[in-house]
């Protein structure tokens, strides 16, 4: 208990245990919220389903099998729209972040396309490529592209400027410097950067799912909205949350295992 205390200081760090119990905490708090609410008539059943109403539905759903292919669509959607768009961002961005003249020639232009809003798009994509897949995962390359290059180039960007006079004062060369003191230092914030991003990505996909798609989890929550299934929405969107804290482990513990150096 005193380590826990004395956590609570500026940058202060505690055990996994003391994170996996407050974190569990912060969960049952809004289960028991939500079961107040619900399991005592405050709050009518059709608009908040009770929680064990939710996870009767759930376990309907997976059992019929439908919906884990709705889940497969959906994160083969998300993960191909960014993964194209991680590729094409990180050249870009570092070099953004790197050289004045490429800045110069790019950054006004990807900040231009940022503010234009992916969803306003779906209407286009579909005259242009149709409504399949090619659809789902244009509206996340472009809903996912300009924020991970702006991102990208202000991660290399902060890379202290004192890192790299230090290299040059040692004998590095302009060309080596990019890989020896600015890639190795900004890569685990880029980390950070995916992460973030990626969960932006998920927000595009289920817009583009509620505009002319057949399957994913998108579809479902539509589809229970006309058949005013409000328990089937609840699964599907405590689903989407459920899947993007797996990822954000995931995310996490890669950033511990090749970052190591950065704590």
Same mark, same amino acid.
């Given at each position: 208990?005193?380590?826990?205390?004395?956590?609570?200081?500026?940058?202060?760090?505690?055990?996994?245990?003391?994170?996996?119990?407050?974190?569990?905490?912060?969960?049952?708090?809004?289960?028991?919220?939500?079961?107040?609410?619900?399991?005592?008539?405050?709050?009518?059943?059709?608009?908040?389903?009770?929680?064990?109403?939710?996870?009767?539905?759930?376990?309907?759903?997976?059992?019929?099998?439908?919906? %884990?292919? !709705? #889940?497969?669509? *959906?994160?083969?959607?998300?993960?191909?729209?960014?993964?194209?768009?991680?590729? /094409? $961002?990180?050249?870009?961005?570092?070099?953004?972040?790197?050289?004045?003249?490429?800045?110069?020639?790019?950054?006004?232009?990807?900040?231009?396309?940022?503010?234009?809003?992916?969803s306003a798009f779906i209407p286009l994509?579909?005259?242009?490529?149709?409504?399949?897949?090619?659809?789902?995962?244009?509206?996340?390359?472009?809903?996912?592209?300009?924020?991970?290059?702006?991102?990208?180039?202000?991660?290399?960007?902060?890379?202290?400027?004192?890192?790299?006079?230090?290299?040059?004062?040692?004998?590095?060369?302009?060309?080596?410097?990019?890989?020896?003191?600015?890639?190795?230092?900004? %890569?685990? !914030? #880029?980390?950070? *950067?995916f992460r973030t991003v990626l969960g932006?990505?998920?927000?595009?996909?289920? /817009? $583009?799912?509620?505009?002319?798609?057949?399957?994913?989890?998108?579809?479902?929550?539509?589809?229970?909205?006309?058949?005013?299934?409000?328990?089937?929405?609840?699964?599907?969107?405590?689903?989407?949350?459920?899947?993007?804290m797996f990822i954000d482990v995931l995310?996490?513990?890669?950033?511990?295992?090749?970052?190591?150096?950065?704590?």
């Amino acid at each position: 208990m005193g380590a826990l205390l004395n956590a609570f200081t500026p940058k202060g760090k505690i055990k996994p245990v003391y994170i996996f119990i407050i974190a569990a905490v912060a969960f049952g708090i809004i289960l028991g919220i939500w079961s107040a609410f619900t399991l005592t008539g405050a709050v009518d059943a059709f608009f908040l389903p009770p929680p064990t109403a939710v996870v009767k539905t759930a376990a309907d759903l997976f059992m019929r099998g439908d919906f %884990l292919n !709705d #889940i497969g669509i *959906t994160v083969f959607r998300v993960m191909t729209g960014f993964l194209i768009a991680a590729v /094409v $961002a990180l050249p870009l961005g570092v070099m953004i972040g790197t050289y004045a003249p490429i800045a110069a020639f790019l950054e006004y232009v990807v900040s231009f396309i940022r503010y234009l809003p992916a969803s306003a798009f779906i209407p286009l994509f579909i005259l242009w490529i149709g409504i399949d897949e090619p659809e789902k995962i244009a509206v996340i390359i472009l809903g996912s592209l300009p924020q991970l290059i702006l991102m990208i180039a202000t991660n290399v960007r902060n890379v202290p400027r004192s890192m790299i006079e230090v290299s040059y004062t040692l004998g590095t060369s302009k060309a080596d410097v990019l890989w020896k003191i600015i890639l190795p230092k900004a %890569l685990p !914030d #880029i980390m950070d *950067t995916f992460r973030t991003v990626l969960g932006w990505a998920w927000t595009y996909v289920i /817009v $583009a799912e509620l505009v002319g798609a057949s399957s994913g989890i998108g579809f479902m929550i539509i589809q229970s909205q006309r058949m005013m299934n409000t328990a089937n929405i609840f699964v599907g969107i405590l689903s989407i949350g459920f899947i993007g804290m797996f990822i954000d482990v995931l995310f996490k513990i890669c950033h511990k295992k090749f970052f190591f150096w950065n704590d």
